[in-house]
């Protein structure tokens, strides 16, 4: 494949445009200046951009808890780019390189940085987590060490998608999952999905998923799952339950931020079993009952981003272990981006993940 | 020390007094038949039993969840006793021995069982929980592998109280602390005095507790504790927060069973701590705000009895690494074992752990 | 698939042939009496019996380390059976079934049985192992709680092989791989490639082995790893190196059983990384550079055949996740056990794994 | 305690006394230049430097491995020092301060850093190791988050200590030891009493230690240890298996590097234990039976310095939980550290650990 020519930076455009959030279910194309690295980042050529759950969050509620949209903001920090140009100091990226990024800029100093959690860094810099812009435009500044790039046949579009199955590898670190187990995900939206694409390609035995929306559930039968149950007209402990003999699963993953969810998560993993708790409620009281957890002696893992999983993320998707393009339901242009959202916020059929496309 | 000479069997008397519970508040003495040992079990003469405050919850409220008091039955689960009786086949043990006894008969062939979680065994059967009787009475039947000889220098009172340390061990090894690193325990009653003392013959560097009751609060300073905070008229998270400089416990122990106990021990861990959950609450429901437990990629264990912790409990005792004695504030006899319900429920002044002496 | 006529007691033959091992290369088919099952037991009707390293072993060079054969011994412990018989007490099998059996029989009542390591029992009896007959012969006598049964769509020589993937299975358990991780395997007899195929379906990103014999490379080319290198004409730890672009690779399993492997496996692991030592060297003496392993700050971890495996043995083979088939490249009759013996202690060309059929 | 006045940088000298390690046992004092800080650096004043037992090895051999003395060096890396002056932006210390000093610099971007392992950085500059200067002189300059201040009560011995009895604790977490249970501890040196200090404080019920040197295993038995054996006289393997009824312990320590201690800590360990390598033997071929550390399921540690131990290390002296003092059985001056090199590599009766103290 021909590495494109570089871009000379008196090549770069003074301004570009950017998505700009101005408040609940506004969003603004707007023209800004186009920023400049400074020593050890790089300046990216955005590609492609995911929407994420917690951006439509933001576009639907105008908040995350305490993270509020008060100044219009650029949202977007699922994203893979090119290279445009190299700040001081950088040498090991080069112009024209497709890299996926790490949205997250830990401080490097903390306790938690220096013991190797840098997901759990109070200081973190986080992409498109207000205030700070995202990327849903066409050039951005980045540190050189968040920049990792794809090798010959791993898309622009796979690369953004690395960012959300990052958190599902992630995720399945965190259970300890040991091959040939049994688990349970709830919830089949993009996160849900790729935990059980992880946890299929780290060997789970039987993957049981539930999920309300009929789409969904036919997606992640045909996607991944080996039963999936309807939690509106099923009881999806019982199936569970019986699916497995009345053993129950060994972990249970909960990615649908619904309120039911981490108790039926915890009925239906086995005694002596792993609940990990994935999903971000809109109501922020946690719903378990301490006798059912405490007598089946469970262990309960939070899950906060992603550390040190990118390499890993490539080489699951560069050997076709694990396959993320058919999460991607929906290609949109910048200029679409509000129908994208809406798109997304209305759950609409055979909607899984949108991605948006730069060039 | 003398060994006592052995108690032939045809001097055993044909019946004995015990302690019934035929409702709430209601402790009737009757005479009931001595049993007799079957197959690798072991007649036991009881020695020491402790008041467990679950013993306390069925007095007062006659059930603890699905375990409701119906017929009468006889309580105490927390005991010492001496060896009255070989079984047939019984030869590691001997008559005439003090013994302390694991009170869960487990089943030994589930898979908790075979992989080595006996405190997870759902056949398991439980001395003084209903319907099985307990030992407030003067002659018990256990298997002989549920007995644990006590070396000299540890006494029957010590013994008796292997059974709570023995909970403590296991909270403590559930929580994976670290030699030097800081707890806060959660309740001063004897659980979370155990917890601490537990915790600092495991290294805890820096011990802080919380406690309502104000002979409790002195009581665990003197004991172990660095510091002890009233929720009453405190701000524990603030204060423990204050006392670690702004970071945080490495681990939290719940032993309150209060509603906020939970959540407040989740407040003071520092980010990606963990909270070991011991505490039995008398309402159900869980009380933890997801967005702080996720935002600080917790882990929470749930502690379910102990296993494999006797040997490891008369070894510390044996050595002093822990002194048990302290936590006996009162000794009683088994015909006012009523009152000492009576004393332990109205969490009178002075009252940490009372043990029913049976000769 | 229709259920075959239980075998009615009285129909069982009163003889069968056996293989005895007499001495070194001296097997001797001989007929001995049938035996039957005691309370808690099975009789089983042996279907296909793997031939193991450690068969050949024992017939090469007369002893493992301190199992020596002294009187004639029937070995043989990787199989599959019908249940011929059920003897008292049994309810959880039936007459007709096709089982796979795990051969070690561990006391259950030890310090490492009830903590859940049946594999280090000190009291195992071993099928197989001097002085313990094994099976290859007609049928045999096993505890109830010693055979799983098969589903449907797993052959009775797949359930022959699952003892030893089930070797591979613990063995993988040990290393605490995570899906994305590099590893390599140094040695493709039937033990490593059972390790690279556990490991694959664990999430093994890249497969790295090492073999001297032509035919097992290309086998496992052909059946599972990404590259294969020659110690006999490339410095495999150069070679591996090179391909992992001087990392080394996260684990390293050690199934060949030579004296330079463990070394190789040290020197090609990255730092802070995981040596899993398999394979059983026939000098003692086990070769580690102490400088080496300190600066990388290794963990090693020793196999001793495996614990709890089997209902995920099972799963993995019956979902298709592992094929085990291919590792089966003999099929030989009890008749011809002695040519198989040769066959395989010849490590003759297209030789992996020979199973003796009984049927 | 009032705070020194801050030395002025005008009133520091130009040059210093060193002490230069020419050669096997070849000391030198010279004078050298006084370093000034650079931007993140502090300059430290001396106050306290232990001799090492690596010192000593270049001291007699003229290297440790592949570490050779070249040009002449300044040896010492166990420090306390007072802040004598900051460099631009050190704003987390004062001029005055007296602190305990890790020695090693890491790089901070490597996996290894990122990840939470810098004693696994391959980048590290570790004080006095050839051709990095060390600190047997009055001044020297280190990273500012290099120094860890000292609280009142702690003094500037002690602090030199915290770096041996830094190694002790990342030894103590690397075994998982939980109280209670038992442990051996082979070799009395430094390095093996404070693993013994430290496994006490982390709750070890028994501590068997082995030791050639008669002063060195009375030492021992007065300052931690419960028996102590010389392997000289005693079969030590045959005593701590005696001791411990056969079972063997939870854990070996091998802090001795002797050619036979590592497999004499894997034979008295217990089945399924931790075997935990510590010492650094001449030879560099590790002497281990293959057949006796598969048959136990053992795992294997390699202690490879400290990581992220200091707050617990000054917690555990400072609460006096741990006593370091002890182990200093002499101070020397600078002028006479020839003298104390001598007595160490001696193994003269009553020499645990010398420093040298700087004022």
């Known amino acids: 494949m021909p590495t494109p020519p570089p871009t000379s930076p008196d090549q770069l455009p003074e301004s570009m445009p950017a998505a700009l959030l101005y408040?609940?279910?506004?969003?603004?194309?707007?023209?800004?200046?186009?920023?400049?690295?400074?020593?050890?980042?790089?300046?990216?050529?955005?590609?492609s951009v995911g929407v994420c759950g917690s951006d439509v969050h933001y576009y639907v509620d105008g908040r995350i808890g305490d993270a509020i949209v008060e100044a219009p903001i650029i949202m977007g920090h699922e994203f893979s780019a090119t290279i445009a140009e190299l700040g001081a100091g950088v040498e090991s990226l080069a112009v024209g390189q497709l890299v996926a990024v790490e949205p997250a800029i830990n401080c490097g100093h903390c306790e938690m940085c220096l013991t190797g959690h840098p997901n759990l860094c109070p200081n973190v810099i986080f992409c498109g987590t207000p205030p700070v812009n995202g990327v849903f435009t066409h050039y951005a500044v980045m540190p050189a060490h968040n920049c990792f790039p794809l090798p010959q046949g791993v898309s622009a579009i796979e690369g953004a998608m690395l960012e959300p199955l990052g958190v599902a590898i992630h995720t399945v670190d965190l259970s300890h999952l040991k091959v040939g187990q049994t688990i349970a995900v709830l919830g089949a939206g993009?996160?849900?999905?790729?935990?059980?694409?992880?946890?299929?390609?780290?060997?789970?035995?039987?993957?049981?998923?539930?999920?309300?929306?009929?789409?969904?559930?036919?997606?992640?039968?045909?996607?991944?799952?080996?039963e999936v149950f309807d939690p509106e007209t099923q009881d999806?402990?019982?199936?569970?339950?019986?699916?497995?003999?009345?053993?129950?699963?060994?972990?249970?993953?909960?990615?649908?931020?619904?309120?039911?969810?981490?108790?039926?998560?915890?009925?239906?993993?086995?005694?002596?079993?792993?609940?990990?708790?994935?999903?971000?409620?809109?109501?922020?009281?946690?719903?378990?009952?301490?006798?059912?957890?405490?007598r089946k002696g469970l262990t309960i893992k939070m899950v906060r981003?992603?550390?040190h999983v990118y390499p890993r993320a490539i080489l699951l998707v560069e050997t076709g272990m694990i396959d993320v393009k058919p999460v991607v339901s929906h290609l949109v242009a910048l200029e679409d981006i509000q129908d994208a959202f809406e798109m997304v916020a209305g759950y609409e059929d055979g909607v899984i993940r949108a991605v948006v496309e730069m060039d």
């Open 190 to 226: 993009p996160i849900g999905l790729l935990i059980a694409a992880v946890a299929k390609a780290a060997g789970a035995g039987k993957i049981y998923m539930t999920e309300p929306l009929a789409h969904r559930r036919q997606f992640a039968l045909d996607y991944i799952a080996d």
């Open 236 to 294: 999806v402990v019982v199936e569970i339950m019986r699916a497995t003999a009345g053993r129950g699963v060994d972990v249970s993953f909960e990615a649908a931020g619904a309120q039911e969810t981490p108790e039926q998560g915890a009925e239906m993993v086995r005694l002596g079993g792993t609940l990990v708790l994935c999903g971000i409620p809109s109501e922020d009281e946690l719903h378990l009952k301490a006798s059912l957890i405490r």
């Open 23 to 47: 408040g609940i279910r506004d969003i603004r194309l707007e023209n800004i200046p186009v920023p400049r690295p400074g020593p050890g980042e790089v300046l990216l050529k955005l590609a």
């Open 305 to 307: 981003r992603m550390k």
